[in-house]
């Protein structure tokens, strides 16, 4: 009965597929239209022009042009695709020199050993964890970067009693509270205040209430999880996969040799060029990857492994991660079928339309849910803000919002949806770096999700009522 249960739960490619299938039938229903780009000194920006709504030659996607998306797709998201394959390979290295499983016994002892030292102690690390995460969302934009702590938060998790959802959580959920709270986040709040005029990183007051807020809530639906599960780890819906994962024995009397303590080292002076390289030197996808190339090479040579173990393990750990890094390829061929189709414009036009129609009390509202369905087609946060802040905020104006509202409610439906949509390619690298199945996350998330969704309504509404200004 439970093989037959897990069955009922289409996989994550059957849904995706569907959904590329709706979009390319939806090209033969809906009329093409598109907004121009903005020309400024002779270049075309980012920024649409919100009064260029206008026709264009229908574009149907026929089944030929809809298989190609899935290709095209894989070709726009290549970037994020080798980079899983080379974190999941880099990190099996170093997994394979017992550098992590030593470092993390060495850890959950210090801080009194598994089961001992009182769930204060538990909650201490999760929280700095989380906060650590949060901040990082909301400051320099952190996401795709957590994904590389992933590898080591799941044994994490596990060894100290939790499961694997807990530590893919703690890299997920972090960022996502930071994202939506953001104060000063250079790809999302301050881009969509570029595009409405308003101040960078004006309103840094509420927002700092929000940003701590929701890294709160973060904490505590985690912590309370993490605490559920380490009294009864059945209760977990990866129970029995979790039993198959190689086990860090915390009771293990192995000594944490001096090139494992070397590697854990060389780790820690990683992360920190990782830090300094994304804030300095605007360092994304290809140069963290280049980085992490590097330190799984280097590492399992301070380990004592030759070339050949080396490559070994690289592959090992690469080869794990096929069907979830390309995933996040056959996601993007939805945008790719949508705005080939001349239908992505379409939508977003016909959802701010929808928004007008509603009574004042209620437009805040309306506009929430129509950026948060939007953040389902459109993933991506600044590229979002391109296409719905030149609309949105004009619209916030005549529905008697400001436009720092509007901005919020932007910031709200990118965060929140960044870890449950399956056209995030960022969501599904970190189910696949985690080994944890997307539905799986999804059924684990949607409690907090609904919880998210709903103070983020609070506060949009509070936001209108206090006429939430540039300062």
Known sequence: MAKEKNRRFPHVYVILFIVIIAAALLTYV?????????????????????????????????????????????QEVASIIFFIFIVGGSFNIIQSTGAVEAGIRSLVNALG??????????????FLIVAAFSFGGSSFGMAEEALVFIPMLVPLAIAMGYDSLTGLALALVGPCAGFT????????????????????????????????????????????????VKKNPKLSVMYEADQKREKIDLDAKSPFTGRQKLVLVFMVACFALLIYGVNKWGWYIDEIAALFLAMGAISGFIGGKGPSKVAEAFVEGSTALTVGALVVGVAR?????????????????????????????????????????????????SGM???????????????????????????????????????????LAGVALAKVPYEKWVKWYAPLFGIFLAVGAVFVVIAQAIAFGPF
Do not use: C
């Open 30 to 74: 809906l009329p093409a239209n598109q907004y121009d780009r903005q020309i400024k000194d002779g270049k075309e920006t980012k920024l649409i022009d919100p009064n260029s709504y206008h026709p264009i030659d229908p574009n149907p996607v026929d089944p030929w042009e809809t298989l190609l998306a899935i290709p095209k797709g894989l």
């Open 333 to 381: 061929a939805i945008l790719v079928v949508l705005t080939q189709g001349g239908i992505l414009h379409t939508i977003v036009h016909a959802m701010a339309a929808a928004v007008q129609g509603l009574p004042p009390f209620l437009s805040a509202i309306g506009m929430y849910v129509v950026q948060i369905l939007i953040s389902v087609i459109i993933p991506s946060g």
């Open 113 to 126: 050993g598994k089961g001992s030292g009182g769930a204060w102690k538990d909650g201490m690390l999760l």
């Open 385 to 427: 803000a391109a296409v719905t802040m030149p609309i949105m905020g004009p619209l916030a104006t005549l529905l008697g919002m400001t436009q720092q509202t509007a901005v919020l409610i932007y910031q709200f439906a990118d965060g929140f949806t960044n870890i449950i949509i399956p056209t995030s390619g960022y969501l």
């Open 181 to 228: 709270g953001a104060f000063i986040n250079p790809f999302t709040l301050q881009v969509a205040q570029g595009f409405v005029g308003l101040p960078l990183l004006s309103g840094m007051g509420y927002r700092i209430i929000i940003f701590s807020v929701q890294t709160i809530l973060a904490f505590l639906f985690i912590f309370w999880y993490a605490q559920r």
